[in-house]
């Protein structure tokens, strides 16, 4: 079986070259290694989003059993988002797991996720953190969203008070991931935010 | 092996590509093979009739009702991965065994195919042009009544008394196994008889 799988992925890797989406540099996918089980995949943000103009690195892990089970896709890359968890970048997206079909190709999952950028799904959420803030205070989520986006892939939107929040907490003497977690989760209010950090 | 074959011929007959007279000597490995340059041009004019699994040329070819075209190995291990969810890996319609027609092209009867541990392609329907279902249906029932009663004499004789006995001899008498059987036979006679008695009682 795992013979059918590294023939897919090479035949669905060439497909993925040629795309016209590579040639819009709108995906992106590398191998990581020789036996077609572990790729490296990139989403560009998609424009009018929080997340435009940023790039996404993904993990992908193709098992023996691929196509028949889904590619287990993770993202390497930190981003702020209701249905992807802003610990670890795990994905909860029902194509990869039960909605999963056969058929479906690394070039749809690599859309499909861009899908999931444009559209987050907050009542069905992998960082409840974030999904609680998505439904309560839209606009904090979406300059939330966009400052990870700045600072972790690259995105062109600065937030500059949002960033000066960050660094008021380094002076304090908190690590400057664990301050911009803090700060994210209580809505980018510091003495909260400060409080959390010590609890 | 016999696939690459047809494929060669096929790609003589459309692209009158004198470079396929390489391909039938592959020995189907990819990598090294003089026919895998020629792979890459096949599929992008070539896709039509490839597996929607395995993206390559169908084989055992069965296509759903929703029109979908697959390797019968391919969607079988798709079926039987998630047998309570049964639907078709491209637009996700329900499918199921019964429902797939398998595709015979020309030449496909002396295909040897060497998988042939893979349980087989579901037959093609074809209907019979009359109707004659009310018959068959009694001629069966017919069958039913005559078996549950004729069978049960026999099988009680067959078991209990040992009539034309070709199984292995019975163990020494005083062994564990000698003893262990009687009490088994003793049980099955046992529930023989209340099975006779309740027959006769209903």
């Not at chain 2, 692209?15 to 000597?25: F, L, V």
């Not at chain 2, 075209?69 to 047998?83: D, I, K, M």
Request: with cysteine; net charge neutral.
């Amino acid at each position: 079986m795992a013979n059918i799988a590294a023939q897919r992925i090479q035949r669905e890797f060439r497909e993925v070259i040629k795309s016209e989406e590579v040639a819009k540099c709108h995906i992106k996918l590398e191998l990581k290694n020789d036996e077609y089980t572990e790729l490296k995949g990139e989403i560009a943000g998609p424009p009018d989003t929080p997340y435009d103009g940023g790039v996404f690195q993904l993990d992908i892990i193709i098992p023996e059993t691929y196509p028949f089970n889904p590619p287990k896709v993770k993202f390497i890359t930190k981003i702020w988002h209701p249905n992807i968890s802003s610990v670890t970048g795990a994905i909860c997206l029902d194509i990869l797991k039960d909605q999963w079909a056969a058929a479906m190709t690394l070039r749809t999952v690599l859309l499909s996720l861009q899908a999931l950028l444009s559209a987050a799904e907050p009542d069905d959420p992998q960082d409840a953190v974030v999904a609680r803030q998505y439904k309560e205070q839209q606009s904090v989520f979406r300059q939330t969203a966009k400052h990870w986006t700045y600072i972790y892939a690259k995105g062109p939107h600065r937030e500059a008070e949002l960033e000066a929040k960050v660094s008021q907490l380094r002076g304090m003497g908190f690590e400057e991931h664990k301050a911009r977690v803090a700060l994210s989760t209580c809505d980018w209010n510091i003495q909260r935010a400060t409080d959390h950090l010590i609890s | 092996m016999y696939r690459q074959k047809l494929y060669a011929s096929l790609k003589q007959l459309f692209k009158k590509n004198t470079m396929a007279e390489a391909a039938p000597s592959s020995s189907g490995a990819p990598s090294s093979s003089p026919g895998a340059s020629n792979s890459i041009p096949d599929e992008e004019t070539n896709g039509t009739y490839d597996c929607n699994i395995c993206l390559d040329i169908a084989k055992d070819t069965v296509v759903t009702f929703c029109g979908h075209l697959f390797c019968w190995p391919c969607l079988h291990q798709w079926l039987s991965t998630r047998p309570d969810r049964q639907m078709c890996p491209v637009c996700k319609a329900g499918i199921s065994k019964e429902k797939v027609i398998p595709i015979y092209g020309r030449g496909s009867t002396d295909n040897k195919d060497p998988r042939e541990k893979l349980p087989p392609r579901p037959s093609a329907q074809r209907s019979e042009p009359e109707n004659n279902s009310s018959f068959g249906n009694f001629n069966m029932g017919n069958l039913q009544f005559s078996f549950g009663i004729g069978a049960f004499p026999f099988t009680f004789f067959a078991s209990n008394f040992n009539l034309g006995d070709a199984r292995p001899g019975n163990p020494s008498a005083g062994t564990q196994q000698h003893q262990e059987e009687r009490v088994l036979s003793q049980i099955f006679l046992f529930v023989a008889m209340f099975f006779a008695i309740w027959l006769i009682i209903a």
